[in-house]
């Protein structure tokens, strides 16, 4: 038994009625004494209140506030729970020392910043800081322009912050992140040193540091070790399956003798690999800790009993997982649909049929949300909610066609269809390396008045005086627009979108955005619906149409009732009554590059105990591919492993369309199509 509490006191009056709070897995935990705890804890299962409640018992048991480190994923996260604490306890909420890691690695970092070698007052930079001084780094070790594409700072900070946080070798990184570079992985490691040099030089550290000064502070120095290992008793971290590896070693040095840890997680809901968490914290857990005590929270208050039994179905599919089962407390319902439609455009209006239905029903916007594996699904969906005057928010940040690369690539298309657009001209060549705004404008100056289309075919590149790399970049811009002014392509929209990515943009993404596979899937997505229009004046009208509309109530606020469209990354810790996933095909869920299907697994699982009472799982017959062809595609492989039974199957016929601009909530706030939320800040969705 721990000695640090002594045993528990049964029996004695307290404060809080634990026994009345908690049901008995949750109790179990909370009344634990001490030693490593592994909380296993079920979607809708009550962690957070485990947490606060555990946390509260220690407090009540002699444990000083003081002595305890609450380490959560978000500041919201620790900000409710310490409240709660408050509350419950009756103690200030600031006397458990609670907060991200980031946070608690800057406040343990101001105290012992000089034992490495920072002064307490030392700078943190934000993102776009640590890209300005890996670009300074990058120009140190390479001060001449190379003779060859190199990465960009932008790209550079992404693959230094992936090595540092998962622990992997560069070369490692860079064959998932950006293959095309792994022969300059002696170069970039030489730039990475230098940026290291320049930040100590500067006294600035980046979010990374937070991390990883923090863990070379305890690995280094044995008496701050000590010393912090004694100041806290306890440490309870939440989200344990997302933590990576640096999170889980610092996790494991600030142990003290005692060893009282407790993380509470579902390794059932691991989804963030491709962020650097790493599945084996949480799974070898009671491995790498002897007498570790495993709890189980396994009942679930948020699903009906229907919608638990199609999820556990499938999650039992995956191997390597600690098995469990949710069970509901709330009673039997309706049983979850398996839709299959014929094709996208009907999936869109079948589903924004059933929205209206179930409003009918009586059921609030607000509950219900349509979910899907990436935000490029969602295209069909969100013509179709504009076109019905259905509002709805993005929870992903950004509407498709307001996402950055959209606009990269329509630019080139605007440009083509109107050569006099000289906000197209000017977003297009900002991409060439050499073109700032002083030499656009002074490019766009010398194409003289009229057509600068037919201007810039006919000229040669080395006539307008600029300098070199700007020269360079001219020849092979002014090809890529000429071929995009042929008849074909001019009446092909589809193809041109497909003529810029391949010859320029995909290898431009790769260099300069992060996530540039999935932006380069969503540019994929978008050209199969610009396949259905006639031409490329056609399609650029009706794109700027629906953006128009999408953002003509931007007045709205968060009090308007709005559908939520989600990935299902973005969907984690919430819930709705009402779900809806899309695109549940092989191919799109998972992924058609999927390495880690039990990853993909769990991302279903995610999706599907998002909903209380109702869930439809559709899923297309088929999808035009871009030969104009319509090829078959299979159920996910996700709905044909589930036993029979459990799915109430739903065959839709081909749908009408629904008349432009209907009218379908009649509320005079509906006039307009919805409001935007914005996403995380480490969403990939930008704008520029």
């Known amino acids: 038994m721990n000695q ?23 109790l179990a935990a909370v009344m634990h004494p001490g030693g490593p705890m592994l909380v296993l804890a079920g979607a809708g299962s009550g962690k957070t209140r485990t947490l606060v409640y555990r946390v509260c018992r220690l407090i009540e048991d002699g444990v000083p506030p003081g002595k305890i480190l609450l380490l959560t ?49 030392f700078s943190i930079m934000d993102r776009e800081d640590s890209v300005d001084l890996m670009g300074h780094a990058l120009a140190d070790i390479e001060p001449e322009l190379p003779d060859r594409r190199s990465p960009k700072p932008r790209l550079l900070t992404t693959v230094y912050s992936m090595v540092i946080n998962t622990g992997r070798e560069l070369e490692s990184v860079l064959a998932d992140r950006a293959p095309q570079f792994l022969d300059q992985a002696p170069m970039m ?10 930040k100590r030089d500067a006294d600035l550290m980046d979010f990374d540091d937070l991390l990883l000064n923090w863990l070379l502070l305890l690995a280094q120095h044995a008496a701050v070790r000590q010393e912090l290992s004694r100041r806290f008793d306890h440490i309870l971290v939440d989200e344990y399956q997302d933590t990576n590896r640096l999170q889980a070693d610092i996790v494991e040095k600030m142990l ?110 607000e509950d219900m949300a349509v979910l899907y594996r990436n935000h490029a699904h969602s295209i069909d969906l969100q013509v179709e909610l504009t076109r019905r005057n259905i509002p709805f928010r993005v929870r992903s940040g950004l509407r498709f066609f307001e996402q950055r690369h959209i606009k990269d690539v329509l630019a080139h298309l605007r440009f083509v269809d109107n050569p006099r657009d000289e906000v197209s001209f000017a977003r297009m060549m900002k991409l060439r390396s050499g073109f700032g705004p002083r030499i656009t404008a002074r490019l766009w100056s010398a194409c003289g008045p009229g ?17 070199r790399p700007a020269t360079r970049e001219l020849g092979p811009t002014i090809k890529l627009l000429e071929e995009l002014g042929t008849p074909r392509l001019l009446g092909q929209p589809g193809e041109a979108i497909r003529h810029v990515v391949e010859n320029f943009y995909q290898g431009w993404a790769r260099d300069n955005l992060e996530n540039a596979s999935s932006r380069v899937e969503d540019l994929q997505q978008l050209s199969l619906f610009a396949d259905a229009q006639p031409d490329v004046s056609t399609f650029l009208a009706e794109v700027t149409m629906l ?8 007045t709205g606020g968060p009090e308007d009732e709005c559908l939520t469209l989600s990935t299902t990354h973005q969907s984690k810790g919430l819930e709705w009554k009402a779900v809806f996933v899309l695109w549940v095909s092989e191919g799109r869920f998972p992924g058609p590059r999927s390495d880690d299907i039990e990853e993909e ?71 307009m199509p919805g409001f935007l939320l914005p996403g995380p800040a480490n969403d990939d969705e930008d704008v520029n």
């Open 189 to 198: 490691a030489s730039v990475f040193r230098r940026y290291l040099e320049r």
């Open 256 to 365: 003290g003798p005692q060893r009282n840890l407790m993380v509470v997680g579902d390794d059932a809901q691991s989804i963030y690999g491709f962020r650097g968490a790493d599945f084996e914290n949480i799974l070898g857990f009671p491995e790498r800790h002897e007498a570790c005590t495993v709890f189980r929270l396994e009942t679930n208050y948020r699903s009906r009993p229907e919608i638990l039994a199609v999820a556990n179905a499938s999650i039992q599919c995956n191997q390597r997982q600690f098995r469990k089962e949710l069970r509901a407390v709330r009673p039997g319902g309706e049983m979850p649909r398996s839709v299959s439609v014929p094709g996208p455009e009907d999936q869109a209006r079948w589903v924004a049929d059933e929205i209206l239905r179930l409003r009918e029903e009586g059921l609030d916007l």
């Open 4 to 26: 640090t509490l002594g045993p528990i006191q049964r029996g004695r009056q307290r404060r809080i009625d634990y026994e009345g709070d908690l049901n008995p897995e949750q």
């Open 601 to 671: 697994r769990r991302l279903f699982y995610v999706a599907m105990t998002r909903a209380k009472d109702h869930l439809a799982l559709v899923h297309p017959q088929m999808a035009r591919d871009r030969y104009q062809v319509d090829v078959i595609i299979d159920p996910s492989r996700f709905l044909l492993e589930l036993p029979h039974g459990l799915l109430d199957d739903l065959v839709v016929k081909p749908l009408l369309p629904a008349p432009e601009n209907l009218a379908a909530l009649p509320e005079g706030r509906y006039d």
């Open 73 to 121: 994923f978000t500041n919201k996260a620790s900000r409710e729970m310490l409240e709660r604490v408050a509350r419950l306890g009756d103690t200030g909420p600031d006397r458990v020392m609670g907060g991200t890691f980031h946070s608690a690695g800057h406040r343990i970092l101001r105290r012992y910043a000089e034992s490495i070698g920072y002064s307490p007052r």
């Open 451 to 467: 057509d600068r289309l037919q201007s810039l075919v006919r000229s040669d590149p080395s006539g307008y005086g600029l300098a």
């Open 547 to 554: 953006t128009d509309l999408s953002g003509e109530d931007q």
